[in-house]
């Protein structure tokens, strides 16, 4: 990646983002602190030089009314010589300089009201003359004199020059850390976007198997990343189900498919009605299997997509079991097994009846067909008890049972054990069983009944997915 | 009966119509929407069997406005949309069944005339009466030639929907639906298991059968 796009987008992060508008409401908090600083303490200072100067004046003029100019020539000789740090200068009217430390009146001051003025002055140091700013006020005093008493403020305007300069650089400075915090920071959070970024084009470019590297900080940023990974673990679960359901779908749809062309040519060439009659009716029982097998594979898809869940109410799961026990039991008795059913008087839950019914009747179906040994009668146990704060009904039978291995293989879709391949049936009735609980947020388990199967749908009680 | 078929797929309705006028029945057909509301309002039809997605006017809307202007023609609605919810959706809207396509012919035919028959029966009846069968609901006792016979409360419910609607074929589906109250399909026989029981208690003993099976549709209960 070329260096100043890479900066470009450094600027661009929201991290920086984020930092850069943190830094300006600092800097100007810091600068309106400082500031407000800054002008106080020139205003002090300056009222103080003030109140000297206007104190002096004032006692100038009254020492002029009671000694003349001598004597107010004798007040500023005294002050000077104490170096209070004062400016003084009388003249007289025409201008001319009578006495003081300051060598003349400043230009325009004659023309001039009395009042505040600031003026510069020549003044005499180790390192020769250097011009200094002054404040003072200038006053006429009677007969004509010029009065003027002043302090020099080079020094209080040094001070505040210095203040100025240090909130300039303290500003800078924090521009400076600022933005390079920021960059930083941002760096850091770019560095770990761009390796999800990565990830998720290589996965859009095929490379399913890729996932985003964890810091292992357990940060915000791990987490997400986390999220991701498990949702891209779903997806290429679902995508390596769709493939071998793709590839059962051609194999499952086409045989009974091809049979079912195979006879109707069959039957044309005959000239017999009534091979023509029972190559139809045959017709007819294998459109209608095909027909079970596209609408049990169209629930399921609608059930995986979680659509179906808008028939959900309260319902009594012992009631169901009971009746859908009671709807077994005469045909469990007429292959001469039996059926017992264990349920408590209610057990109240949400869920969707009719698909809580079809799921029980899939698995019933399933312990008649699968759920014997040779030519033992069925022996076949439907139930319904909590389980963990979850309603779990089951339907045990005392058959050959399901290798522990292959437990959740055959809830997969068209999924059919060798053992069985020989009796009817489209491979789909524990998928739509598993579907149906995972509607329900619940789960189908399939364990040892020692012999023999138990299938368990766990259901949660309040049915939230 | 006269029958009324709503349904754009003209051939779908032809095999339909055929199928209707070999069972004994009258049928016109509308082809979309409007003409089917016009024909259902003006004819004096026994039964409407409406196709939920119609040009012009949808299914849903045309019953919901015959019910409306008070029209009570029993109505079967015909519908590729099978799921439970969308069969509550044409319940609402004042259909009295529901079919999903595609359907066998021989449960369609067995409904629409449980339909027709509805409109003429007896609003409220306390005793039914099958030949030399009768059923008292309210002492909840069946007997036959005066004979009391034993009856599992399922097994009540299961003569009594065959009894009110003795005469008629009933399929297997209708009558998961209607005495077990649960919408699939059967997979096995367990429903014709539960007619031999009730064929074992109510025709074993008696030399002329009243329950009989109707090859390829359903069963029927009749006395002659």
């Keep these: ?465 | 009966m006269h029958i009324l078929i709503i349904e754009d797929d003209k051939e779908a309705a032809g095999w339909l119509m055929k199928g209707l006028r070999e069972a004994g029945h009258v049928t016109d057909l509308a082809v979309d929407g409007e003409e089917g509301l016009n024909m259902a309002r003006n004819g004096d039809y026994d039964v409407l069997i409406i196709d939920r997605m119609l040009p012009k006017m949808d299914g849903l809307t045309l019953l919901k406005t015959l019910r409306k202007e008070g029209n009570q023609t029993p109505a079967l609605f015909l519908s590729a949309l099978g799921e439970v919810d969308d069969k509550v959706e044409g319940l609402r809207a004042g259909g009295d069944d529901y079919i999903a396509k595609p359907y066998a012919f021989s449960e369609l035919l067995a409904r629409v005339e449980v339909l027709g028959r509805r409109k003429t029966a007896e609003p409220v009846q306390t005793r039914l009466k099958v030949g030399d069968l009768e059923m008292d609901l309210l002492k909840r006792r069946v007997t036959r030639a005066g004979k009391e016979i034993q009856l599992q409360p399922r097994e009540f419910k299961l003569l009594e929907y065959l009894m009110r609607h003795a005469g008629n074929v009933v399929t297997r589906t209708m009558l998961l639906e209607n005495v077990w109250d649960y919408h699939f399909d059967p997979q096995t026989n367990v429903i014709d298991v539960h007619i031999s029981r009730l064929r074992g208690k109510i025709d074993k003993e008696f030399d002329k059968p009243l329950l009989h099976t109707v090859r390829g549709a359903g069963y029927m209960l009749r006395a002659d």
């Design chain 1, 1 to 465: 990646m070329p260096r100043a796009r890479w900066t470009f987008r450094l600027l661009k992060t929201s991290t920086f983002r984020l930092a850069a508008v943190y830094l300006v409401v600092f800097a100007i908090s810091v600068g309106a602190v400082l500031g407000y600083v800054y002008w106080q303490t020139l205003k002090l200072l300056d009222e103080q030089a003030d109140e000297t100067i206007a104190a002096e004046v004032q006692g100038i003029a009254e020492q002029y009314a009671l000694n003349g100019t001598p004597g107010v020539l004798a007040v500023i000789k005294n002050r000077t010589r104490l170096d209070t740090g004062g400016l003084y200068l009388l003249a007289t009217p025409v201008g001319k300089r009578l006495g003081g430390n300051l060598k003349s009146l400043p230009a325009n001051v004659l023309n001039n009201e009395p009042g505040w003025i600031e003026f510069a002055y020549v003044v005499e140091t180790p390192r020769g003359l250097t011009e200094h700013k002054a404040r003072g006020f200038y006053t006429r005093l009677e007969g004509g004199y010029h009065l003027l008493v002043g302090r020099d403020i080079q020094e209080l305007r040094q001070f505040g020059k210095i203040i100025r300069n240090t909130l300039i650089w303290a500003l800078g400075l924090t521009a400076i850390l600022g933005i390079g915090g920021g960059l930083l920071l941002s760096r850091n959070f770019l560095r770990r976007i761009d390796a999800i970024t990565a990830t998720v084009r290589a996965i859009r470019s095929g490379r399913m198997s890729d996932r985003v590297p964890l810091e292992g900080s357990g940060d915000e940023l791990d987490r997400l990343a986390a999220a991701l990974n498990d949702m891209l673990d779903e997806i290429e679960r679902l995508m390596r189900g769709m493939k071998e359901v793709s590839s059962n779908i051609a194999h499952d749809l086409r045989t009974p498919l091809n049979r079912l062309r195979a006879q109707a040519e069959d039957a044309l060439r005959s000239d017999d009605p009534a091979e023509h009659r029972r190559a139809l009716e045959a017709t007819i029982e294998h459109a209608d299997n095909l027909l079970k097998t596209f609408n049990a594979l169209l629930f399921i898809a609608r059930a995986e997509a979680g659509q179906a869940a808008a028939g959900f109410s309260e319902l009594d799961a012992a009631e169901v079991v009971r009746e859908i026990g009671e709807l077994y039991q005469p045909i469990v008795e007429d292959e001469g097994g039996s059926l017992k059913m264990t349920a408590p008087e209610t057990l109240r839950m949400r869920g969707d009846r009719q698909l809580i019914a079809q799921a029980l009747v899939n698995l019933l179906d399933n312990a008649l067909k699968y759920g014997r040994r040779d030519d033992e009668p069925p022996q076949i146990t439907i139930g319904a008890e909590v389980c963990d704060g979850h309603i779990c009904l089951f339907v045990a039978d005392r058959g050959p049972g399901i290798p522990e291995s292959e437990t959740e293989h055959v809830k997969d879709r068209f999924v059919r054990l060798d053992e069985s391949r020989s009796a009817p049936g489209s491979g789909l009735g524990l998928s739509l069983v598993t579907s149906i609980a995972r509607l329900h947020g619940g789960e189908l388990i399939l364990r040892d009944n020692k012999p023999g199967l138990r299938a368990i749908l766990k259901l949660p009680r309040d049915g939230k997915t």
